[in-house]
């Protein structure tokens, strides 16, 4: 992939950068068990993922006239964010940060993660220099990111033509479409490979391909 067309890459934390793809799994099965629903298997929780989260929470069985989706919501993350640290970052993620910051490219990361775990998050894996924002979401319902991901745009008077977002799921080339930027879409995270390339848009099929 020509990286050198581009002025901006903007990133997706979870499962494109971060590898928490078993953990979210691990969280989530956690939390139905409690309730005595249906656990998930990988496969099957990369076909149902999807955003907005409470979308995809309705799928998995909750009844959200027993119990509010912010209350299962938090039960989620609180349980995630304990054990987060326990995660890496994807193979070749810290190379091809590298890689694109020696180019000259601007990077950023837009994310569905609240706010303030986020910086915390990238700024234990050491990678909070790399960036010149870091944008996520003043709650952990991730809902969507297309608000901010055009007020970012707007904010630092970027050209879109020249923005590339690299993400793992669907709601990753929604964003790239609303704004007016490439996409890029990484199959080892939260979706399967083949429904992000049922989608149309380009799927490549490692961090290191961005290198090459």
Same mark, same amino acid.
């Given at each position: 992939m020509d990286l050198l067309k581009y002025k901006h890459i903007i990133w997706d934390w979870n499962g494109t950068l971060l590898d928490d793809v078993n953990l979210c799994l691990e969280v989530i099965n956690t939390v139905l068990v409690k309730r005595k629903l249906s656990t998930l298997t990988l496969e099957y929780y990369r076909e149902i993922f999807?955003? @907005?989260?409470?979308?995809y929470y309705e799928k998995l069985g909750f009844?959200?006239?027993?119990?509010?989706f912010e209350s299962i919501g938090t039960e989620f993350i609180t349980d995630y964010e304990k054990?987060? $640290?326990?995660?890496?970052?994807m193979s070749d993620a810290q190379k091809t940060l590298l890689h694109i910051a020696q180019l000259g490219i601007s990077q950023s990361i837009l994310s569905a993660s609240k706010q303030n775990y986020l910086? +915390?998050?990238i700024r234990?894996?050491? %990678?909070?220099a790399t960036f010149l924002e870091i944008n996520g979401l003043t709650n952990h319902y991730a809902s969507s990111k297309i608000d901010i991901g055009k007020d970012f745009v707007t904010? $630092? +008077?970027?050209? @879109?033509?020249?923005?590339? %977002?690299?993400?793992?799921?669907?709601h990753d080339a929604d964003v790239a479409a609303s704004i007016g930027a490439d996409c890029c879409l990484i199959p080892n995270g939260h979706?399967?490979?083949?429904? %992000?390339v049922d989608y149309g848009v380009p799927v490549v099929d490692s961090l290191s391909v961005l290198c090459q």
């Open positions: 999807s955003f @907005p989260i409470i979308d009844d959200f006239e027993q119990e509010s054990k987060r $640290n326990h995660c890496s970052l910086e +915390k998050a234990e894996y050491g %990678l909070d904010r $630092n +008077k970027f050209d @879109p033509s020249t923005i590339l %977002l690299i993400g793992d799921t669907t979706q399967s490979q083949k429904r %992000l």
